[in-house]
């Protein structure tokens, strides 16, 4: 039985090494995560470390190579399956492949090679600043046109080498912490909102789809939070604002994402060719417009006391809020109600025991500290559905990078690329690594997996700073969804549906 068990994980896992648990990443950014073992040694004779071996994989042939791997990641096989296939094929977490966007259009100026790193000890790598060049990798290669906002690098392309980012990034920090002022009553005001619009749909039509309500609230709050702008004081920008963002983050990332429309089409026009930012900048620039005169404090703030120029406030205040903020939150909610929704297992009967039972009667960020299932179960779903799934780096200088299983020798200037989603299923971090267990992040043994969540390109553990690149509203991020989910079961005795779909009538807490 226990053989048969054996056999059937290495059918499922493609991980290579599983079993063992890699070490916590280091906190410290001198240090290579993952390279020394915890274990004490009874040894008095050292044991060498194996030799780097070649790394697996290839780029193939100029422009075939490229274009057959572009295919299969898009239109064949799509992100998961590309990975998953090429790290079972090499039997390696590591090795040499292709991402888009590459051939015909991208051929020039956007090199595709990339060395992928898939389990949780390769990906560390390019948390550690003295191995890992951030420089306008944010979304591989390819950089979108600074056309896009306002011809300003903004903090997410800066490494941690340029003293802008610590600039900024100090600033986007201290933005956050002001805010947490009105975070709370801002979420639960426009929450309210929220659920009030579709308590209505509801009862008019039957069923209900919070996408756009949700889209709003996200909008409303965090401008407020975030820019410390009102957007009730223009009811153009209230409107629109929500569709603005939605098109001008779609018209940046095209060339790299995966949408699954009718191929050949989504091949030929959208991963072909990167899209102009004239498209988008009417609405872009009424949004900096709107920030430069209602965000006016937060705005002086950056320039008095950061030492911008207030083009560069209002450009990364503009982007933290519609491409960090509401682009992030609006993946990883619906994923998050798309599990509570359709639980069938009594999960959100215990989440709601939880949040009501515990955390006082008001909703606080203390409050929700003292709810571990809701927390875990938050953790779980950013595991699972990690919302920004791929990840790069450039290597700053040559280095050995070692993964569960072997090690590798990387030169100067090679683009490394982790793909979350399989390294969040690394077994030998995560065991049954497939499975949404909702206590997985509950207790002791779930606080020491926090080392391991790297959603925010950190570990959960790790704190965000000037000298890295780890998500500054990390810890704001977690907190605001696990308030969310808190105040819908406090609100509700049941709420059932599929995705952003209400499909039972919402019962209201007696
Ligand atoms: C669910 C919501 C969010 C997700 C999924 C998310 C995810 C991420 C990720 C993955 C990165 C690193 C990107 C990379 O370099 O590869 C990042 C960076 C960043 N995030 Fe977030 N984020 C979210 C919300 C926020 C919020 C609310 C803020 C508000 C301040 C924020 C501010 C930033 C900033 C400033 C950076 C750049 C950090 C640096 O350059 O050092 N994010 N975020």
């Known amino acids: 039985m226990a053989a048969m068990m054996t056999m059937k994980m290495m059918t499922i896992s493609p991980f290579p090494g599983h079993g063992r648990r890699p070490r916590p990443p280091s906190s410290s950014s001198s240090s290579v995560p993952g390279s020394t073992s915890t274990s004490i040694s009874t040894s008095t004779t050292p044991t060498a470390a194996p030799p780097p071996q070649p790394i697996p994989g290839s780029h193939g042939w100029p422009v075939v190579g490229p274009m057959t791997d572009r295919l299969d990641y898009f239109w064949f096989q799509g992100p998961d399956e590309f990975f998953r296939k090429r790290m079972e094929k090499y039997g390696s977490a590591v090795f040499r492949t292709n991402v888009p966007p590459s051939f015909p259009f991208f051929s020039v100026g956007v090199n595709p ?20 060049d951030k420089r306008d990798v944010l979304v591989g290669d390819f950089m979108p046109s600074v056309a896009f906002t306002g011809n300003v690098r903004t903090c997410a392309y800066l490494d941690t080498s340029e003293p802008k980012h610590g600039q900024i990034k100090k600033f986007a920090m201290d933005i ?71 098109a001008w983050l779609a018209f940046q990332l095209l060339p790299t994402v995966c949408i699954n429309v009718a191929q050949p089409l989504e091949e030929i026009f959208l991963h072909t060719f990167p899209y102009p930012s004239f498209l988008v900048s009417g609405g872009y620039n009424k949004l900096a417009d709107f920030i430069k005169s209602q965000g006016q404090e937060v705005v002086q703030l950056g320039v008095t006391q950061y030492g911008l120029s207030e083009d560069e406030v209002v450009h990364n205040l503009l982007f933290i809020l519609g491409f960090n903020a509401f682009g992030g939150f609006s993946i990883f909610l619906p994923s998050l109600f798309g599990r509570l929704l359709s639980d069938k297992t009594g999960l959100q009967d215990r989440l709601r025991v939880e949040a009501r039972e515990n955390g006082g009667p008001n ?30 780096a450039r290597a700053r200088k040559d280095f050995t990078l070692s993964s569960n299983d072997a090690s590798y020798e990387i030169k100067k200037g090679e683009l490394l690329c982790g793909f979350q989603p399989l390294v969040m299923r690394d077994p ?55 308030l969310i989910v808190a105040h819908m079961l406090r609100r509700y005795d049941s709420v059932g549906g599929e995705g952003l779909n209400i499909t039972a009538p919402l019962e209201k807490a007696k």
């Open 113 to 132: 090679n990339v060395v992928a790193v898939l389990d949780c000890k390769s990906f560390a790598h390019m948390f550690d600043a003295e191995v890992a």
């Open 428 to 482: 030998t971090v995560f065991d049954d690594p497939e499975t949404f267990k909702p206590d997985r992040f509950v207790g002791e043994k779930g606080a020491e997996l926090l080392n391991y969540l790297y959603w925010s390109n950190g570990p959960q553990s790790g704190s965000p700073s000037e000298h890295n690149k780890q998500c500054a509203g990390k810890d704001y991020v977690t907190l605001t969804a696990a």
């Open 176 to 246: 956050l912490k002001r805010s947490s002022k009105v975070w709370i009553s801002e979420l639960q005001s426009n929450l309210d909102e929220m659920w009030t619009t579709v308590e209505a749909d509801l009862s008019s039509k039957g069923t209900a789809s919070f996408f756009l309500p949700l889209q709003q609230c996200l909008f409303k709050f965090l401008t407020k939070s975030i820019v410390g702008a009102d957007v009730s004081a223009s009811p153009d920008i209230a409107k629109s604002g929500p569709t603005i963002i939605g």
């Open 363 to 392: 909703l606080t960020f203390d409050s929700v500290k003292q709810m571990p299932l809701v927390q875990s179960v938050v953790y779980e779903t950013l595991r699972l559905s990690p919302p920004v799934p791929t990840q790069f």
